[in-house]
């Protein structure tokens, strides 16, 4: 682990993100609740973690919400976040019937289990995990590895330039630790379920923190399931650290199937050391507004990292996706692709950023966005960027926007299938390139099935 914290503990470049724009006056509606908590947070006792939620609290009382005026928000809009009035969701022991899984009926794994934001135990396992294998609650960690915990968290995600970062950590309170030791591989996937709990008569909030460590040498494979139960207001407000050491690897896959009712925005940062890999591929179906924010660093030579995903969008959502992704050292490897499907007055957002920094010769990058606009009011907004400092790379970006080919749905429907049938087909085929990023067969055919499912509820 050790080079793994030197890593950690060393500077980070700034992941070009700017606080400008951002609207103070949304910030007291949000931290008052904080004062009613007082010392009830866990892990009141730890000085890093006072300073670290001071900091946060602090940074958004200064700077609130972000809005249009700021370049990479410019797309989504906030301000009905400022409107409603969120109190933090209180820990509930609300029975949760059936839980999402990638696993075939009767096969039992690793699964931590999570409702608005805080630990349900009674609802987790943590069998078929080898041994030295860490996967707990971020309450039950800061009170058994508080010093692993000072050592990462805040680490990747600074609460500095990113507003709800800094949200996030003022109330940070529970979420996921996985630590995975050195040249250990996790055979079966490890899932973790979020559940936003829209039952109850009043807007609530949550803001769960994931921590990932791999250390060098070791593998695993993460599923995040995000669903809600009820149709009330929500507000998922996620961060996630993922630290991937010399040659490991770490898969890491995500759907987001909340209700109408959510709003789920998302961070990701992550660093990949010395031939190391972090695979990212996030399924966006849900939420009425949703926003996945990834950011993966390269900081060893040879280091790779796929960062994909689709989305699929209709009626009044709004899907938003950005990432940076930064070539920090030599001979790395980065390879991007989303598609996405909009329809009715549904709206998408991509927003791709590569940047090359001058060390890293030899980069080779690649990302693409296409997305299929199934009616006249469905919109895509698409900021592909390429910011290159170095003189011997590879890379390469492209984006699309289209509708479905008239040719090919009648030559469909010649042969006897319906329109909707038809229309499925071919929009099946069209998300098909973007799901075959998914490097785990099992949980490349579970995500099939989601979509085949809302191509079902399309007809």
């Known amino acids: 682990m050790s080079a793994l914290l030197s890593q950690a503990n060393s500077p980070l470049h700034p992941m070009t993100y700017s606080t400008r724009g951002a609207d103070p006056a949304t910030a007291p509606a949000f931290l008052a609740p904080l004062d009613q908590m007082g010392p009830g947070l866990p892990g009141s006792g730890l000085s890093w973690l006072n300073d670290l939620r001071a900091a946060g609290r602090e940074r958004f009382a200064a700077v609130g919400l972000p809005t249009i005026r700021n370049e990479t928000w410019r797309y989504t809009n906030l301000r009905d976040l400022a409107k409603t009035a969120f109190q933090p969701a209180a820990p509930t022991a609300a029975v949760i019937d059936l839980l999402p899984t990638v696993r075939a009926e009767g096969q039992d794994g690793p699964r931590l289990v999570f409702v608005d934001g805080r630990f349900r135990a009674d609802l987790s396992s943590v069998d078929g995990l080898p041994l030295g294998v860490e996967l707990l609650s971020l309450e039950a960690a800061l009170t058994t590895h508080s010093d692993l915990l000072a050592d990462h968290i805040g680490r990747l995600a600074a609460a500095d330039d990113r507003p709800l970062v800094a949200l996030n950590s003022a109330y940070l309170a529970d979420g996921p630790v996985l630590h995975v030791p050195a040249d250990v591989q996790v055979e079966c996937p490890i899932e973790l379920v979020f559940v936003s709990d829209g039952s109850q008569s009043h807007a609530t909030s949550c803001h769960p923190r994931t921590l990932m460590i791999a250390e060098a040498g070791s593998r695993a494979v993460v599923v995040e399931h995000h669903v809600s139960r009820g149709a009330g207001t929500t507000l ?25 009712g959510a709003i789920h925005l998302s961070h990701i940062a992550a660093t990949v050391e010395t031939g190391g890999c972090y695979d990212n591929f996030i399924l966006t179906t849900g939420a009425k507004l949703s926003r996945n924010e990834v950011v993966s660093r390269l900081d060893g030579t040879e280091a790779r990292t796929h960062v994909s995903g689709g989305y699929l969008v209709r009626g009044t959502q709004h899907a938003d996706t950005t990432t940076v992704i930064v070539h920090a050292q030599p001979n790395g490897t980065s390879r991007e692709v989303y598609k996405g499907v909009i329809d009715d007055t549904a709206r998408a957002v991509f927003q791709g950023k590569i940047t090359v920094c001058p060390d890293a010769q030899k980069t080779d990058g690649y990302q693409l966005n296409r997305a299929l606009l199934l009616s006249d009011g469905a919109e895509i907004d698409s900021k592909p960027e390429l910011e290159i400092h170095a003189d011997d790379v590879k890379c390469s970006h492209g984006c699309t926007a289209g509708e479905l080919d008239d040719d090919a749905l009648f030559y469909l429907r010649a042969r006897g299938i319906d329109r909707d049938t038809a229309q499925g087909l071919l929009i099946g085929a069209f998300l098909s390139e973007s799901l075959e990023e998914i490097a785990e067969e099992p949980i490349r055919e579970a995500f099939q099935r989601i979509v085949a499912g809302w191509l079902e509820e399309q007809k």
Not at 247 to 260: M, P
């Open 236 to 260: 998922s407000n996620h961060v996630t650290e993922v630290f991937v050491g010399k040659g490991a690897t770490l898969h890491h896959y995500k759907s987001q199937r909340e209700g109408g």
